[in-house]
């Protein structure tokens, strides 16, 4: 399938989940993993013609994009899903990367698999989901992730990543620290048939057990996706009602001894233990609202009265305010817990050389 013709002035408050009102000076929808190579060539020319970098946008659920993006944007829009057994109790499952995340979710649950269950309702594509990834009630994509391939935007080339080649993170990669090269085309998960429900998280077990079930042992992936999905829907703010992208700082690692004093000092302060590694996490959540933002507002823009950790747009909010109103909650909690905050999405400069 050949590219389409690429649009110009198209209006991107709809393609953001902060619903900031953006103009893309030229953008090219891509629907069909064909169109890769050719689209990537006619993204880079229009790159050079104007010296600034490409932009590749999924679902736009983790990014702050400036009023006007004047260099190329490649919008990734393809779609769909393919089950591949492995003979034992795993499957593979590939995703094209512009299917809804969500989605891939509840079509991996439905056919009974487990792997990605504490994953539901995050917003955004399959193709964003490695970049910063994703995690949440205990699990994080790269848990379950075995290959990552991506077109190198510079020279319109396909890599295969596998998942040790990723750089996986907390909220990080290496499609995160390169940003700007990588364009990711699919993803394959490896599933499992057998398997149980992941309860560390707090209030895991609890929302099963109220859906219902005798014993969170008992639940089914499906039956997991939905006690998230309740969870969720209770404790963050939908962008479909009031734009937001979720947690707009990461929580802060620091060394257990900074942890301890800090305990000293803030006794109701949560701190959880990180794997792999002797630091400790801190709630950023709780040193907001600490310090007395929750429910702030700040113009169009705000802090959650919901979660302390998401920043809303009331409508007409824009980049600027948003990173204005993260800059004073950064100095307000080092000034008062000595840490600093770190943003979590990507803030896209429209005229970025
Ligand atoms: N808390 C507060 N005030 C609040 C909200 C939370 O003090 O307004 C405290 C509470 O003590 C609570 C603790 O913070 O027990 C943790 O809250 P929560 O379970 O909501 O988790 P989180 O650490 O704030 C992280 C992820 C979320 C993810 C949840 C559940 C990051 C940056 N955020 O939030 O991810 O859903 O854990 O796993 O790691 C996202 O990335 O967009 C996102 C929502």
Not at 121 to 139: E, W
């Amino acid at each position: 399938m050949t590219c389409p013709a690429p649009l110009t002035d198209v209006p991107l408050h709809q393609h953001n989940s902060f619903g900031i009102a953006s103009t893309a000076r030229w953008l090219l929808p891509l629907t069909d993993r064909s169109q890769f190579t050719e689209a990537v060539d006619l993204a880079r020319l229009e790159a050079r013609r104007q010296q600034r970098a490409i932009t590749v946008l999924g679902g736009g659920s983790n990014v702050l994009l400036d009023e006007v993006i004047e260099g190329p944007i490649l919008q990734v829009a393809t779609r769909g899903v393919h089950f591949e057994s492995l003979g034992n109790s795993d499957v593979l499952m590939h995703v094209e990367a512009g299917e809804p995340w969500h989605d891939v979710v509840t079509q991996s649950a439905a056919a009974g698999l487990w792997g990605i269950e504490n994953l539901s309702l995050i917003p955004g594509t399959v193709g964003a989901a490695p970049v910063q990834n994703i995690g949440a009630y205990g699990s994080e994509i790269s848990q379950c992730l075995t290959e990552v391939r991506a077109i190198d935007v510079r020279t319109a080339i396909e890599h295969t990543f596998a998942a040790n080649q990723c750089a996986f993170d907390y909220r990080d990669s290496r499609f995160k620290r390169e940003a700007g090269q990588w364009l990711i085309t699919r993803v394959t998960l490896r599933l499992s048939r057998t398997g149980k429900a992941r309860t560390d998280y707090p209030g895991v077990a609890a929302a099963l057990i109220a859906s219902g079930l005798a014993s969170p042992d008992s639940a089914s992936p499906a039956q997991v996706v939905n006690a998230i999905a309740e969870i969720r829907r209770r404790k963050l703010p939908d962008p479909a009602v009031i734009g937001n992208a979720g947690s707009f700082f990461k929580n802060p690692q620091v060394s257990t001894e900074i942890a301890s004093q800090l305990s000293l000092d803030w006794p109701k302060l949560p701190t959880f233990a990180v794997e792999r590694s002797e630091e400790r996490k801190l709630s950023a959540a709780w040193m907001i609202e600490a310090c007395g933002w929750k429910g702030h507002r700040q113009g169009a823009v705000g802090v959650s009265d919901q979660h302390a950790l998401v920043l809303v747009n009331h409508g007409g909010g824009r980049a600027r305010d948003l990173l204005a109103l993260a800059a004073d909650i950064i100095a307000s909690v080092e000034q008062r817990f000595g840490v600093t905050l770190e943003r979590e999405p990507v803030f896209i400069n429209g005229s970025m050389p």
